[in-house]
């Protein structure tokens, strides 16, 4: 499964990072998907989640207040 955020779409209050530091990380108020430890500059990048951290990321976009963290295959 992999991860991405519509970053026109995010506030910025950085609940992500809170459940998931391991896979998100803010970047002038603004959230990106970390992958391999770097952080991924594109809004539109996908970051593979691996299993340790995946009910995390299903947490964050589950409560997401912008509602733009999408989960795909
Ligand atoms: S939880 Fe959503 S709105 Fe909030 S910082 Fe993360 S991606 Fe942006």
Redesign the pocket.
């Known amino acids: 499964m992999k991860v991405w ?1 519509e970053q026109d ?9 809170e459940k998931s530091p391991a896979m ?1 990380q ?1 970047v002038e108020n ?2 990106h998907v970390r992958h391999m430890g770097s952080t991924m500059l594109l809004g539109t990048a996908m970051a593979e989640i691996p299993d340790v951290h995946f009910d995390d990321v299903l947490d ?1 976009a589950e ?4 509602e ?2 999408f989960i795909e295959e």
């Open positions: 955020i779409a995010c506030t910025g209050d950085g609940l992500c990072v998100f803010l603004i959230s964050a409560d997401c207040p912008g733009c963290i």
